[in-house]
Every structure is written in C-alpha cells, then in structure tokens.
C-alpha cells in the first residue's frame, strides 16, 4: 500500500467511527466528539492528498486545513454553549429526551 | 508568492466590511448606551442602528457596485452576485424591523441584531465565493451564526430544542461536506472550481469523484433543507425566534441556492460522471430525486399541520423540491432560480412576520389562533393573502411568475416527468395555504378580547414586502431583466 | 563497546530498568500485605486520604456552567495560535498589508475579549 492509501484508510475509517458515535450515541457531548472526528477526517484527507499529490508547492491543502480547524474550533465552542442551554432547561444532554415539539 | 493586494480587497468586500462593523457597532452601543435601559428601549437602540446599517449597505451596493475578482475567484463580485447581494440585505433588514416586534422577548438585543448582521456577511461572502474553501468558510460562518439565533431564547425550551437539533444536524452534515470537498480536492488537485470542472472532466468515471459528489450534495441539501436531509426544519421552524426562522428561511436558502447551482453549474456541470452510457450524469439523478422526494413529502406533511409554522417548514421543503428543479435545468434555470428564490425569501419572511403577531398576542401559532385575523387587523390580514397566494403560486403574484419560469425552464431541459409532478403537487400546496387564509377570513372565534397593536415597524415592513411581492409580480420583468442582463456580462 | 548494536538498545535496556525499579516495590509491599497483614475494612480505612484532612462531598462534584464559558473562551484563544504559527514563520518576508491584516484579526479577537470581560463572564460571583 501507498502512504497515500494508508491515509486515505485511517481518515475513512476515522470518518465512519466518528459517524457511528455521532449517530448512535444518545448524550449530546459524545455527539459533538464524533462530529469532530468526522471534521478531522476530512482534514487528514487533504494533508495526505496535499503531501502525496502532484503539486505540494501549492499551499492548498494545508490553507485548507488550517481554516477548518478554525472552524471546528468555532464548531465545538458554539455546540457547548448549547449544550449547556440544553442542560439548563432539561437537566440532562440525553438527546433522547429532548423532543418537546411533535408535528 | 503572488502578494495580495489589500485595499483592493477592502474595496471588493465594502459592503461587508461596512454590515461587519456595524455589527460591532451594535454591539458597542447596546452595551454602553444601552446599559440600565429598558429591555424595549435597548431593542429600538440596537434595532435601529442595525437597521439604518442594512440600508445603507443596501444602497451603496445598490448605487456603487464594485466588480472584480481577488485572489482567483475567492471573492468575486459581478452584477450577478452584486444583484444577490443586494436582496440578502434587503431581506435581512426585513427580519430586523420583524425583531422589533414583541414576539420574542430578546434578553440580548444588542447580540441578537449582531448576530443577524453578522449572519447576513456570511450569506454575502458565500454569494461571491467560487472557491471551495470559501464555499465552506462562508458557509459554516453563516450556519454558526444561525444555529445561537436559533437558540437565542434561552427562556424557552422549544428555542434552545430547535438550536441544538440544527446544531446537530448541520454539523454533521458540514462534516461530510468537508470530507467530500476533500476528496474533490484529491482527485482534481484544485479547489477553485473552473480548476475542478476540468478536473472533473478528466478524471471521468472515478468512484471517489462520485462519492464526493454525494457527499457536498448532503453537505448542501441539508441547508437547503431538501428531504432526505430536512429532518430539522420543522423543528426549527416552529422552535426558533421568529426572526430567526425567518432569516433561516429566507436568507440563508437565498444565499444556499445560488452557491449550490454555481457549484453545481460550474464546478460539477462538466462532470462526465456517466461517461460512455448515455445515461444522465450521476448528480442530475442525484438531484431528481431529491427533488421529486421533497416535492412530494413537503407537500402532503404541510396539509396535517396544525401550527402555522410547522406548516411553512413543510412548505419550505417543498419549495426546495421546485427550485432544485431549477438547478437540473443547468444554465438555462439559473435567472429563473433567482427569481424564484428571491421572491419566496420575501413572502416567506412576510408570512413568518404576521405569524409573530398573532404569537405574541395569542402565545401560539395554531390554525385556529388565526381565526378572526381579519376582523383585527385588516390590512396586515391582506398581506398575509399576498403571501400565502404568492407562495402558492397565483397569479399575478411573484410566486407564480417565479414557478412559471422554473417550470418552464425545468421543460426546455428536458426533464418532463418532474415538471408534471411538480404542477400536480403545487396543486395540491393550494389546499394549505387557503386553509391558513380560510381561518384569517372566515374563522370562527369567540375570543373577543382586545389585541394591542402592531408596531409600526413591522406594519411597516409587512406592507412593503407585500407590496414588493405584488410588484415583482405584476412587473416580473423589472427583477428578471436585471438577471438577465447580469447573467449575460457573467457568462453563464 | 560494540559499535553494531541499535542505538536504541541503552533505552530500551533504560526502560525495562525503570519498569522493574516501579514495579518491583509495589510487588513487594503486596506480597506483604497478602501474609503478614489479612484485611480488615472499616469505615476509617476506607475513607479517602487527603493528607490527615477529613475529605469534603464527592469528587463526581458538578461544574458550574461559568466553568465551560471559561472553557469556550480558552478555545478561541487556543485555536487563534493556529492562524498565527504560519504569520510568524513568514514574518520577515511579509508585506506591510499583510501585517496589518493580521492585526485587524488579532483586533477582532480582542474585541471578543473585551466584550465578554464587559458582560461580566470573567468575573466569578
């Protein structure tokens, strides 16, 4: 295997676990960690395509990733804030239980 | 390295440098006038301000367009973006005088009008970006502003229920729009999109192109809140402040459509993705169903609601349905999209500001609390006639000139079995919105007790969105021209 | 000395040590308490030892939700070291512009500071 492949490997993988907790965990927080493991993801993906691919004089996929880390950073800081309005009113961040409105 | 020339980049992105600072600016003046005041005396404060900044940008947009392109296609600015620009800040200006009602009792006004403005530049940089890491930036700056206006009434737990979901949602779906832009980035080496058309082009049937691609239409679908990715909506909708949901609605799905069909028209359009088959490419089935689906879903969820709100979320869903519609038309639907887009996004936010009057005065947003609207307030009860007939699509409102054209268009690219589904669900979309109106009109209450009245902002603001639906309608041409011709010097 | 063996060997060798020398004493005090000493739990034995202090609640304690605005606050400031990593490792080539856009970034920031210092949150109460 190329390193390029051995990357590509580890970020999906990282993608699907981080899915997978994303989806099937219940408390909110664990939610927003898997959400975060799917962001970076994506960010191992363009360093291993940046590092490996024809052109890596061309600061693009690191641009990339250091912009989206500010974004996962604003991400992580906007969903806590929520997280704890959500525990203010509910006294719990089981997402389970939060589902007040019904059509 | 080329070096970046800065006052040409202050000089592209004035207005939203300009709506930035007014922004702080609000912040600013609710904090150090606006300390000790009276909860209504710091809503007008902040209010005004932010909406004398939302005119003003408007207009130096409107009178002193600038046009260029910085840094290969980060930041362009053309009639065409100029024009989109100009109806965000119009649009959101309207949700701040919307503010300034009573509905939702802000602890915060100087952050909530903030916020609004803040949301709006990132609507506005996401117009003008062509470049995929623009794309997400703007992208997610809006979506973060929107997810704490969504959650901006901390007394309510329906708010911060509505907020968290988004959060949810969107983040996720945000996730796998980085992981497929990503991968575009993989396969076409580029994330400036004529790179990533060519790219595209070379690279052919490759299975990772097509994961991407499935990846940035969730990434997309989900702002644009198209079924199977609209799972928040209704929540939302109904949970949010209602100047939030009617930024959500109107702004941020103006802003999502344009740069969803530039994506897809430039950077994906050249995409062979079924090359030697002759089948349509991958993402023109991709989007045919996600359009047929949320015209369908949309359309009857709307016809069981009960809230008002929930039923304008469904209604939204299917209005995403026909204007994706305009999207598979290609080039040809673009100035249609627009239209339509931009007309919804007015009487959308026109009928989310009647629903907040009668929230405030009734605590619900109930069918039945609409019942004797018309005895109340008959002139604001003829406006929410304008909009719900617009938006059902009657002529001679705006709503229908925006759906003939998007139909029309959806036709001449061939792609019939869309269009017949599309009318027949409009047809049945006719049923709820009479029924809204059959209440405002012909309702039964015997609630007979006194209403206070309407501020004069949002009677205010409430006409002139009905009267701007009534004349982009009557006068279609007025805003289509203008397309038109912008289109035209753009190129498409 | 033999020139052919890994230079990692000594760590390796250093680390087995270090293992042994841990390990070794707690074996030991073990091996002590299973023959000499038979357990005798009681209340006073169990109780937590906090330097002779009687222990105060649970540690499983609750934070108060100022803690996390703290925490959202430090985040911003944490991350801003990302954009300026690159900004100092160019400095010297940088043009005047760019220097003055990265002070309106770092103003930016600053305004956020100042704005929640304003509002109270850094202020425990």
């Given amino acids: ?103 | 390295m080329s070096s970046i020339d800065y006052l040409r980049l202050l000089q592209l992105a004035a207005p939203e440098t300009f709506l930035t600072l007014t922004g702080l600016m609000v912040l600013a003046v609710d904090l150090i006038v606006g300390r000790g005041s009276a909860p209504g005396t710091r809503i007008i404060l902040s209010g005004s301000v932010a909406a004398t900044g939302c005119l003003l940008a408007a207009g130096g947009l409107f009178l002193l367009p600038v046009y260029g392109t910085f840094a290969a296609g980060m930041l362009v600015a053309d009639p065409l973006t100029v024009l989109i620009k100009v109806s965000l800040v119009i649009l959101t200006l309207f949700t701040v005088l919307l503010a300034f009602s009573d509905a939702a009792p802000l602890a915060d006004p100087g952050e909530y009008f903030a916020l609004l403005l803040f949301a709006c530049v990132g609507m506005m940089f996401l117009t003008s970006a062509e470049d995929l890491l623009m794309v997400f930036l703007a992208l997610e700056f809006t979506s973060l502003s929107l997810y704490i206006l969504a959650a901006f009434n901390k007394q309510s737990p329906h708010s911060t229920e509505a907020g968290i979901k988004y959060f949810l949602f969107g983040s996720i779906s945000a996730a796998f729009m980085l992981f497929g832009l990503s991968l575009v980035y993989g396969v076409t080496g580029s994330v400036q999109l004529p790179e990533v058309a060519a790219g595209l082009a070379r690279a052919g049937n490759d299975p990772l192109a097509l994961v991407a691609l499935v990846m940035i239409a969730m990434g997309f679908g989900f702002k644009v809140a198209a079924v199977p990715f609209h799972l928040w909506a209704p929540d939302v909708y109904q949970g949010a402040p209602i100047p939030s949901a009617a930024l959500i609605a109107s702004g941020s799905k103006v802003a999502s459509f344009f740069v969803f069909a530039k994506v897809v028209v430039i950077g994906f359009g050249g995409a062979p993705a079924a090359v030697g088959s002759g089948a349509a490419p991958v993402w023109v089935i991709l989007l045919g169903i996600m359009a047929a689906v949320s015209m369908i879903l949309g359309n009857l969820a709307a016809l069981v609601q009960v809230s008002v709100r929930r039923l304008l979320a469904f209604s939204a869903i299917a209005h995403a349905g026909y204007m994706l519609l305009g999207i598979l038309a290609g080039t040809e639907g673009f100035g249609p999209l627009v239209y339509y887009v931009i007309t919804y996004g007015l009487a959308t936010v026109g009928a989310f500001g009647v629903v907040s009057i009668v929230q405030a005065r009734t605590g619900s947003d109930r069918l039945c609390d609409f019942a004797g609207f018309h005895r109340r307030f008959p002139v604001l009860a003829f406006c929410m006639l304008i909009f719900m007939l617009s938006l059902a699509g009657i002529p001679p409102l705006a709503g229908f000139f925006g759906k003939f054209y998007v139909f029309a268009a959806a036709v001449k690219a061939g792609s019939l079995a869309l269009f017949i589904l599309a009318l027949a669900t409009s047809t049945v979309s006719l049923f709820y919105y009479l029924q809204v109106l059959k209440q405002i009109y012909v309702g039964e209450t015997a609630d007979a007790s006194h209403w206070e009245p309407v501020p004069i902002t949002v009677s205010v603001a409430l006409l002139a969105m009905a009267f701007g639906v009534t004349l982009l309608g009557c006068f279609p041409d007025l805003l289509l021209n203008r397309i038109t011709i912008a289109l035209r010097i753009t190129g498409f | 000395m033999q020139t052919d063996t890994s230079p990692y060997l000594l760590l390796l060798v250093l680390m087995v040590g270090a293992l042994l020398l841990a390990l070794v004493p707690i074996g030991l005090a073990r091996l002590w308490a299973l023959t000499a000493s038979p357990p005798k739990p009681g209340a006073e034995k169990n109780a937590i030892y906090e330097c002779g202090l009687e222990s105060k609640g649970d540690a499983w304690v609750q934070f108060r939700p100022q803690y996390y605005i703290y925490a959202i606050i430090f985040l911003v400031f944490d991350v801003e070291t990302v954009f300026l990593l690159p900004f100092a490792v160019s400095f010297g080539g940088l043009s005047a512009g760019a220097f003055v856009a990265i002070m309106i970034f770092l103003l930016l920031l600053v305004e956020g500071l100042v704005w929640a210092w304003q509002k109270g949150v850094l202020s425990w109460k």
């Fill in chain 1, 1 to 103: 295997m190329t390193p390029l492949q051995i990357c590509l490997l580890i970020s999906s993988l990282l993608f699907a676990i981080g899915l997978a907790g994303a989806l099937t965990r219940r408390n909110a927080i664990i939610v927003l960690m898997g959400i975060e493991l799917m962001l970076n993801a994506g960010n191992l993906n363009f360093i291993a395509f940046w590092r490996f691919g024809p052109n890596p004089e061309a600061l693009t996929g690191i641009m990339f990733v250091i912009f989206s880390i500010g974004i996962a950073a604003a991400e992580a800081a906007v969903g806590l804030a929520l997280i704890i309005a959500l525990y203010r009113h509910y006294k719990t961040t089981d997402l389970d239980q939060i589902n007040s409105m019904k059509g």
